[in-house]
């Protein structure tokens, strides 16, 4: 497709249970985001994966939550024992390396989780 | 530390009458600022970036303003119009920044 791509669209989970994410950028794309955002909040970084790069976990909030790409493709976000806090929009942009023109980022339309 | 503010409370206006949105932001260098779109439900979507050392940027009823002495960007979007509606967030990045925080946002309610 021509954008990013996130699934699942919505997830409702029962407390302490696992859950992963998905995240497809545009094509081409080598730079990868996670956001948080909670109800009302405004986005929370999580993680940065550029190319074949370390990845910058620095927003990450607790060992809970991991990801992993895929060279420049797939992403996936995993939150495992999951707390009530955890509930919230997931969000997925792509940038081109050095940002194009603009550096804007393109995002997907998020994952919405529930944790009951 | 890093701190962007955005006014929480939601801006009513009436159609027709210029919207104006600010963004502060303390801590920070930008070398330059981006404003982003965002409607419930959805994800953001990329408006405008300006540079610091660009005082004023237009596109159509958008202009936005950057003013690195007070800290400080402008969005004004003119002739206001219902599907203006939405939430307006600024994200000040600094040049060797990749990772573009942004501020809470405030909402925008154009009533017809």
């Known amino acids: 497709g021509a954008g990013v791509s996130q699934s699942p669209s919505n997830k409702v989970t029962e407390k302490g249970k696992d859950v992963e994410l998905r995240c497809d950028p545009i094509?081409?794309?080598?730079?990868l985001y996670w956001y948080r955002q909670r109800l009302g909040q405004g986005l929370e970084f999580l993680i940065y994966f550029q190319g074949n790069s370390a990845p910058d976990k620095s927003g990450l909030p607790s060992d809970r939550f991991s990801a992993e790409r895929t060279g420049e493709s797939v992403s996936t976000l995993t939150i495992q024992r999951t707390q009530q806090e955890d509930s919230a929009v997931y969000l997925c942009?792509?940038?081109?390396?050095?940002?194009?023109?603009?550096?804007?980022?393109?995002f997907g339309e998020g994952s919405r989780l529930t944790v009951l | 530390s890093q701190k962007i503010e955005q006014n929480s409370e939601a801006l009513n206006i009436q159609e027709g009458k210029t919207a104006t949105l600010t963004c502060n932001y303390t801590n920070y260098s930008p070398a330059y600022l981006q404003w982003y779109r965002q409607d419930p439900g959805r994800g953001p979507v990329f408006l405008l970036l300006i540079r610091e050392n660009e005082k004023e940027k237009r596109k159509e009823r958008l202009k936005v303003t950057f003013d690195t002495t007070l800290k400080q960007s402008l969005f004004h979007i003119t002739a206001s119009q219902p599907a203006d509606s939405a939430t307006y967030l600024c994200?000040?990045?600094?040049?060797?920044?990749?990772?573009?925080?942004f501020g809470r946002g405030t909402s925008l309610i154009v009533h017809p």
């Open positions: 942009a792509s940038s081109l390396r050095t940002g194009g023109a603009t550096g804007e980022l393109f």
């Open positions: 994200a000040p990045r600094s040049g060797g920044s990749y990772i573009p925080t």
């Open positions: 094509s081409g794309h080598t730079a």
